[in-house]
């Protein structure tokens, strides 16, 4: 029997693995040029990379869950999918607004309301950072609903 904690560890790791070749080699390069732009286009390209990225990320799911014998259950594997796909989806409209004076979407205007605003203007890198930590928040809220962690 294996304990939720290492469960959690097991699949935070194998999520954020996922993550990195889901985000990076799966991408599109046209996904990635066009997720963060206004209206159908954006809203496609962004669903089609989320549902790549997704589709990576399950596929290590499953692997680790039957390699490892880590006995997770598919309602749980499917709602820690499922929250990680949305919240990535949410991130990636961001993609090209970071530094707007005037955010648009939804976390350039988080980062606005939390003080990140200054530093988003001052720094190029810093919306991708900002983005990949909000990515792996995410991740580890999902492994804990995908480890049992969370009722």
């Known amino acids: 029997m294996t304990s939720t904690a290492a469960r959690f560890a097991a699949v935070y790791a194998v999520l954020t693995a996922a993550h990195e070749v889901g985000d990076y080699w ?3 390069d046209r996904d990635a040029l066009a997720k963060g732009r206004p209206g159908r286009e954006g809203r496609t390209a962004c669903a ?4 790549s990225y997704t589709a990576v990320q399950a596929l290590a799911l499953a692997a680790a869950n039957r390699g490892l014998r880590l006995g997770l259950g598919w309602r749980r594997e499917a709602a820690a ?3 990680s796909a949305a919240t990535h989806y949410l991130a990636d409209r961001s993609a090209g607004h970071w530094q ?3 955010p648009t979407t939804t976390l350039v205007r988080l980062a ?3 003080g990140s ?3 988003v203007q001052r720094d ?3 919306g991708m950072l900002l ?3 909000w990515h792996k928040g995410w991740i580890a809220l999902a492994a804990a609903v995908a480890a049992g962690g969370c009722r």
Not at 48 to 51: L, Y
């Open 48 to 51: 089609r990379h989320v549902a």
């Open 131 to 133: 983005d990949q930590a």
């Open 26 to 28: 799966a991408q599109q």
């Open 117 to 119: 605003a200054g530093w």
């Open 112 to 114: 606005h309301r939390t």
């Open 81 to 83: 999918l499922v929250m």
């Open 124 to 126: 190029p890198g810093a």
């Open 100 to 102: 707007e004076q005037e």
